[in-house]
């Protein structure tokens, strides 16, 4: 029924404006208010050096320890165990006056048991000079 007569209907707008001025104060409202969540972690990074790389001597045992654990004295794999890697230490030792350096070369992703292993069959053997070998040049990620 169209009681005004004579008037027309005007067509029923909805005004964008205050809707979008609304949703903008939302928007930086929640950006204000949120809290981005930091994970805490220990970020490990391989140890790197500038230095010259040192002679090699013959008083030096090369302990290499792979990805698997898997353990190498001087490009020999030896069995898994601290005692059997002190054995193999202990014949790997050259005949020198001194004691000798063990050098140990892990990978990135050796498990750190593995790592103390090794370390302690060196005590165990009468080795206590131990050195870790590192990348030249940086970290190669």
Not at 26 to 44: N, V
Not at 122 to 140: E, H, L, R, V, Y
């Amino acid at each position: 029924m169209n009681f005004r007569r004579g008037q027309k209907s005007e067509d029923v707008e909805v005004n964008l404006i205050p809707l979008i001025d609304v949703l903008l104060v939302i928007i930086i409202f929640l950006m204000l208010t949120t809290t981005y969540s930091k994970f805490s972690g220990l970020e490990i990074n391989l140890p790197s050096s500038d230095a010259a790389p040192a002679q090699t001597t013959p008083n030096e045992i090369d302990v290499v320890i792979t990805a698997g654990g898997e353990v190498l004295i001087n490009r020999s794999p030896v069995a898994a165990g601290i005692p059997a890697i002190t054995e193999a230490l202990k014949r790997a030792r050259p005949q020198a006056d001194k004691d000798p350096v063990v050098i140990i070369n892990a990978d990135a992703k050796t498990p750190m048991q593995a790592t103390i292993d090794v370390m302690q069959a060196a005590q165990q053997a009468d080795m206590p000079q131990i050195t870790f070998a590192t990348q030249s040049g940086g970290n190669k990620d």
